[in-house]
Structures are given as structure tokens and as C-alpha cells.
């Protein structure tokens, strides 16, 4: 996977090569990390990038010609390439955005600055995406987000492979607890069934904690998660249990 980003900021990205799982996977050239400047592709001599708002109104807009250039020559580079506009207004990137976008050999991530772009340089983008609902000063944050979670996803990126699909919103639940030792730490213990060694037992346990945990957390994820019967069976447990407790108290004096 080669990620390109067209950004103002190119020394940004230095930061991911500072450390961690994200150096190793170039290093090892799992991934590729390519910047290039957009200011490089500006039209005129003072290498200006942006423009006033047509229609009066504050802030500058990015113009459209040096992107279009930007994104051109990244294109020519790497005609396979999907080509990714970071805004507020694109689609959400979650996991699920993540696994698709991370079939592509390319992605081109499209940085913007100031207060927005101009709006006909999404003619020219693939897809819009967005990391949340709220307002970075640019791109290159959400680009870096893109650039972390879908390399993780590429095949040798992570020593272990299995990691990466048993952690949170990967099955499209929340993860299962996590425990080192010590066994007891401030009072607190490890759960008996994880020193137990029997595996299926443990399996079991882990799914239902990531059921109960979704539940309680994130139940809007269970909607889209595609559960066993075995699943459904201990969710109407808790149902059943919940309605229980509130039968009881009602009935209290
Ligand atoms: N640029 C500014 N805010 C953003 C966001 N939330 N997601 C992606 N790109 C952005």
C-alpha cells in the first residue's frame, strides 16, 4: 500500500516515522508514505494557494488549480490509486471504511487547509471522507488517522495476524477485557476462567463479555453486527434477567 498525501504541510508527516508499528511497516516496506507539496503546483510566482471566498464571507479557500495539478501528478504516479478527500463532510471512516479503502494498492490522501476547499476539486476525488464529527484546522490530522488504522490492516504490518481481527469493532463488537499479571492488582483479580486453560470455555466467555460490553457501550453497533444464535440466546438472557430486576422492584412495597 502506498499512501500519497498532498498536503501544505509535508514535515507533519515526519512524525509518523518517529516510532511504533507505523516506522516498522515502512521500514520493512509494508506500506510506502509519500508526501507532496501543493504549494509545489501553484500557478504563479508567489506560489499562492489560496484565494477570498467568492461572495465575501471570512477565511480563504483553497484554489482549485494547484490541487487539481497536485492530484494529477499523484494520479500519473499511481494510476490505481483511490483518491481520498480528507473534509468534515465526507463519509464517516470507521473499520468497516477502513477494510474496504485498504483493498485498494494506493491511496491518495487530499489534505485541506484554511477554510475549506474549493468546492470543484470534489469532481475530481474518488471519495470524501471524514474521521468525526468535528472540525480539524486541516487534513493532515485525519490523513494520519487514515494512514494508522488502514495499515494496520495490510497484510505484515502487524507481527501478529491474528490481532488485528480479534480487537474491537473488527467483528463489529467491542473487545473483550485484556489481563497481564500480576493476578492481583490493587485488589482487583484477573478472572478465574482466563487462568482456567480451557480454551472453549474462554472463547465463550470473551464473546459474551464483548456482547455485554456492546450492549452497555455501543448498542448501536448491534444493529449492524450479524450475530450467532448463540448470541441472540444469551442477549435475550440479559433481556429476560433485566426484566426481572424490574419486576422485582415494582412489585417492592
Ligand atoms: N478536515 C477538517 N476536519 C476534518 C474531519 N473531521 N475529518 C476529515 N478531514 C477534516
Avoid at 71 to 93: D, M, N, S, W, Y
Wanted: overall charge neutral; glycine content about 8%.
Amino acid at each position: 500500500m502506498t499512501f500519497t498525501v498532498l498536503t501544505l504541510f509535508p514535515e507533519m508527516f515526519s512524525a509518523l516515522l518517529l516510532g511504533g508499528i507505523i516506522k516498522r511497516a515502512v521500514e520493512s516496506k509494508c506500506i510506502a508514505i509519500e508526501t507532496v507539496d501543493i504549494r509545489d503546483f501553484a500557478t504563479n510566482r508567489h506560489r499562492t494557494v489560496d484565494d477570498r471566498p467568492y461572495g465575501g464571507g471570512c477565511g480563504m479557500v483553497m484554489k482549485p488549480e494547484p490541487l487539481a495539478r497536485a492530484i494529477r501528478h499523484a494520479k500519473q504516479k499511481h494510476p490505481e490509486a483511490r483518491t481520498v478527500l480528507l473534509t468534515p463532510q465526507g463519509r464517516l471512516f470507521d473499520q468497516r471504511v477502513a477494510r474496504r479503502v485498504a483493498q485498494y494498492t494506493g491511496l491518495v490522501l487530499i489534505c485541506g487547509r484554511y477554510e475549506g476547499v474549493d468546492e470543484r476539486v470534489s469532481l475530481l476525488v474518488d471519495e470524501e471522507l471524514s474521521i468525526g464529527d468535528y472540525v480539524l484546522t486541516g487534513g493532515e490530522i485525519a490523513a494520519m488517522v487514515v494512514i494508522d488504522v488502514v495499515s494496520r490492516l495490510i497484510p505484515g504490518v502487524l507481527g501478529n495476524v491474528r490481532s488485528a481481527d480479534e480487537e474491537s469493532f473488527s467483528s463489529g463488537l467491542l473487545e473483550y477485557p485484556q489481563y497481564t499479571r500480576p493476578r492481583s492488582f490493587e485488589g482487583a483479580q484477573v478472572p478465574d476462567i482466563l487462568l482456567s486453560g480451557n480454551h472453549l470455555a474462554i472463547k465463550q466467555w470473551r464473546r459474551r463479555v464483548s456482547l455485554a460490553r456492546t450492549l452497555a457501550k455501543r448498542p448501536d453497533l448491534l444493529f449492524r453486527e450479524s450475530l450467532t444464535p448463540e448470541d441472540i440466546e444469551f442477549l435475550k438472557k440479559i433481556h429476560r434477567d433485566i426484566e426481572a430486576i424490574i419486576e422485582r422492584h415494582m412489585q417492592a412495597p
